[in-house]
Protein backbone atom coordinates (compact mmCIF):
# COMPACT_ATOMS: atom_id res chain seq x y z
CA UNK A 1 0.00 0.00 0.00
CA UNK A 2 0.99 3.66 -0.25
CA UNK A 3 -0.16 6.30 1.02
CA UNK A 4 0.09 10.15 -0.37
CA UNK A 5 -0.59 13.63 1.21
CA UNK A 6 -0.60 16.56 0.03
CA UNK A 7 -0.24 19.94 1.12
CA UNK A 8 -0.08 23.45 -0.23
CA UNK A 9 -3.24 24.20 -2.03
CA UNK A 10 -5.11 27.61 -1.76
CA UNK A 11 -6.60 30.80 -3.13
CA UNK A 12 -4.30 32.84 -5.08
CA UNK A 13 -4.31 35.73 -7.67
CA UNK A 14 -3.60 35.96 -10.88
CA UNK A 15 0.72 35.75 -11.49
CA UNK A 16 1.07 34.74 -8.11
CA UNK A 17 2.99 31.23 -7.24
CA UNK A 18 2.21 28.41 -5.30
CA UNK A 19 4.53 25.45 -4.45
CA UNK A 20 2.48 22.03 -3.66
CA UNK A 21 4.04 19.01 -1.91
CA UNK A 22 3.36 15.39 -1.52
CA UNK A 23 4.75 13.39 0.85
CA UNK A 24 4.95 9.29 0.40
CA UNK A 25 4.79 6.58 3.03
CA UNK A 26 7.26 4.94 1.02
CA UNK A 27 10.62 5.72 -1.19
CA UNK A 28 9.97 7.53 -4.33
CA UNK A 29 12.66 4.99 -5.81
CA UNK A 30 10.04 2.40 -5.37
CA UNK A 31 7.43 4.16 -8.07
CA UNK A 32 7.68 3.49 -11.83
CA UNK A 33 6.39 7.14 -12.02
CA UNK A 34 5.06 9.96 -9.27
CA UNK A 35 3.73 13.16 -10.32
CA UNK A 36 1.23 15.01 -10.24
CA UNK A 37 -2.78 15.43 -12.20
CA UNK A 38 -5.23 17.65 -12.07
CA UNK A 39 -9.49 17.60 -12.37
CA UNK A 40 -11.01 21.38 -13.08
CA UNK A 41 -15.06 20.95 -12.47
CA UNK A 42 -16.80 19.29 -15.29
CA UNK A 43 -13.31 17.92 -17.20
CA UNK A 44 -11.53 14.83 -16.88
CA UNK A 45 -8.45 14.70 -14.97
CA UNK A 46 -5.26 15.19 -16.56
CA UNK A 47 -1.60 15.09 -16.20
CA UNK A 48 0.32 17.85 -15.66
CA UNK A 49 3.61 16.46 -14.62
CA UNK A 50 5.57 13.32 -13.24
CA UNK A 51 8.67 11.56 -13.13
CA UNK A 52 9.91 8.49 -14.20
CA UNK A 53 11.90 5.99 -12.94
CA UNK A 54 14.39 6.08 -15.65
CA UNK A 55 14.69 9.91 -14.40
CA UNK A 56 12.69 11.42 -16.99
CA UNK A 57 10.55 14.55 -16.56
CA UNK A 58 6.97 14.89 -18.82
CA UNK A 59 5.13 17.93 -18.45
CA UNK A 60 1.57 19.33 -20.27
CA UNK A 61 2.30 21.09 -22.99
CA UNK A 62 -0.01 23.89 -21.27
CA UNK A 63 2.30 23.99 -18.33
CA UNK A 64 5.89 24.21 -19.69
CA UNK A 65 8.12 27.30 -18.59
CA UNK A 66 5.39 27.79 -15.91
CA UNK A 67 5.51 24.55 -13.34
CA UNK A 68 8.46 22.70 -12.15
CA UNK A 69 8.25 19.33 -10.84
CA UNK A 70 11.25 18.46 -8.10
CA UNK A 71 11.71 15.79 -5.48
CA UNK A 72 13.24 15.29 -2.41
CA UNK A 73 14.31 11.59 -2.22
CA UNK A 74 15.26 12.05 1.12
CA UNK A 75 12.19 12.84 2.32
CA UNK A 76 9.99 10.60 0.23
CA UNK A 77 8.60 14.39 -1.27
CA UNK A 78 7.67 15.65 -4.21
CA UNK A 79 7.03 19.17 -5.18
CA UNK A 80 4.83 20.86 -7.94
CA UNK A 81 5.79 24.63 -8.10
CA UNK A 82 3.60 26.53 -9.93
CA UNK A 83 4.54 30.31 -11.53
CA UNK A 84 2.69 32.76 -13.29
CA UNK A 85 -0.93 31.54 -12.23
CA UNK A 86 -3.50 32.26 -14.33
CA UNK A 87 -7.38 30.94 -13.66
CA UNK A 88 -7.14 28.84 -16.09
CA UNK A 89 -5.44 26.47 -13.62
CA UNK A 90 -7.75 26.12 -11.11
CA UNK A 91 -8.37 23.16 -10.15
CA UNK A 92 -7.98 19.87 -7.69
CA UNK A 93 -4.32 19.08 -8.13
CA UNK A 94 -4.08 15.29 -6.86
CA UNK A 95 -0.86 13.51 -6.09
CA UNK A 96 0.00 10.11 -8.37
CA UNK A 97 2.14 7.36 -7.59
CA UNK A 98 2.53 3.97 -10.02
CA UNK A 99 3.45 1.12 -7.20
CA UNK A 100 3.54 -2.31 -8.95
CA UNK A 101 1.53 -1.12 -12.23
CA UNK A 102 -1.30 0.27 -9.63
CA UNK A 103 -2.21 3.72 -9.08
CA UNK A 104 -2.35 5.56 -6.01
CA UNK A 105 -4.04 8.52 -5.66
CA UNK A 106 -3.66 11.24 -2.76
CA UNK A 107 -6.75 12.73 -1.63
CA UNK A 108 -6.56 16.20 -3.45
CA UNK A 109 -5.65 19.88 -2.60
CA UNK A 110 -7.67 22.84 -4.35
CA UNK A 111 -6.15 25.27 -6.13
CA UNK A 112 -8.14 28.22 -6.85
CA UNK A 113 -6.32 31.16 -9.24
CA UNK A 114 -8.88 34.66 -8.58
CA UNK A 115 -8.36 37.05 -11.31
Known amino acids: QVQLVESGGGLVQAGGSLRLSCKAS????????MGWYRQAPGKQREVVAV???????NYSDSVKGRFSISRDNAKNTVYLQMSSLEPGVTAVYYC?????????WGQGTQVTVSS
Open 96 to 104: NAVYFACYY
Open 26 to 33: RSIFSFAS
Open 51 to 57: FTRAGNT
